[in-house]
C-alpha cells in the first residue's frame, strides 16, 4: 500500500497563478483533510471531508476550494496565488471523522509563491 | 475550546539519556490525544494515542506518554535517546465537541547529540 500520496512535491508559482494540489489515498478511508504548515505554528486544518461527497471548511479556509473526486482523492485548488499562501501543504486521510481514528499523512507538496 | 500547548519549542538531549517533550491540553470533554514526529522534508508519522483506555500508553521506537487527568498533560518520554530520534514532535488533540477535528501544537525540535 503507499497510503496517502501527494503529487508535485514542489511547486513555484507567481502571484495570481492557479493551481491544483493533488491528494489519494489507497486505505478505503472515507475522511480526508488539507493541512498547511507554516513555522512555529504547527498544521493548520484548510478543509476537510468526512465523507466521500461532502466538504467542510477548517481553520484557515480562504483562498483555496476543494473537490472531493471520489473517495479516493481530494484535491485542494489555489485560484489566485499570495504570497501568503508559501507553506508545506499535507494531506491526510483516516477511517472516519471519530475520536478513535488517528489520521495518515502524506509526504507533502512545498509550494512558494514569488 | 480545545487546544494543546508545547511547553518546549526546543529540546537538546545527549545520545543515551532520557527524552522529555512537555505537552498540556485544554478540553471540556474526555480527549483523544496524539503524538506525531516528523522527520525532516517528510510527513508525519503517528508515534502513539491515547482514546481512554490505559493511561500509560506505548508507542513506536521506545517512546510512552502518560495521560494525567488532573494535570492535564500528555507528556511524551523515552528512557534513551538515539540519533535517529532528531525530529519535530506535535503533540495533538482531538476536538472532542462533535468534530473531531485535530488541533496541533506548535511543535518541539528534538535535537540529539553525539
Known amino acids: 500500500n503507499a497510503g496517502v500520496t501527494q503529487t508535485p512535491k514542489f511547486q513555484v508559482l507567481k502571484t495570481g497563478q492557479s493551481m491544483t494540489l493533488q491528494c489519494a489515498q489507497d486505505?478505503?478511508?472515507?475522511?480526508m483533510y488539507w493541512y498547511r504548515q507554516d513555522p512555529g505554528m504547527g498544521l493548520r486544518l484548510i478543509y476537510y471531508s468526512a465523507s466521500e461527497g461532502t466538504t467542510d471548511k477548517g481553520e484557515v479556509p480562504n483562498g483555496y476550494n476543494v473537490s472531493r473526486l471520489n473517495k479516493r482523492e481530494f484535491s485542494l485548488r489555489l485560484e489566485s496565488a499570495a504570497p501568503s499562501q508559501t507553506s508545506v501543504y499535507f494531506c491526510?486521510?483516516?477511517?472516519?471523522?471519530?475520536?478513535?481514528?488517528?489520521?495518515?499523512f502524506g509526504p507533502g507538496t512545498r509550494l512558494t509563491v514569488t | 475550546a480545545q487546544s494543546v500547548t508545547q511547553l518546549d519549542s526546543h529540546v537538546s538531549v545527549s545520545e543515551g539519556t532520557p527524552v522529555l517533550l512537555r505537552c498540556n491540553y485544554s478540553?471540556?470533554?474526555?480527549?483523544?490525544l496524539f503524538w506525531y514526529v516528523q522527520h525532516p522534508n517528510k510527513g508525519l508519522q503517528l508515534l502513539l494515542k491515547y482514546t481512554s483506555a490505559a493511561t500509560l500508553v506505548k508507542g513506536i521506537n521506545g517512546f510512552e506518554a502518560e495521560f494525567k487527568k488532573s494535570e492535564t498533560s500528555f507528556h511524551l518520554t523515552k528512557p534513551s535517546a538515539h540519533m535517529s530520534d532528531a525530529a519535530e514532535y506535535f503533540c495533538v488533540v482531538s476536538d472532542s465537541s462533535g468534530t473531531y477535528k485535530y488541533i496541533f501544537g506548535t511543535g518541539t525540535r528534538l535535537k540529539v547529540l553525539a
Open positions: 491526510a486521510s483516516s477511517e472516519a471523522l471519530q475520536r478513535y481514528y488517528e489520521q495518515y
Open positions: 486505505m478505503n478511508h472515507n475522511s
Open positions: 478540553s471540556s470533554y474526555s480527549p483523544s
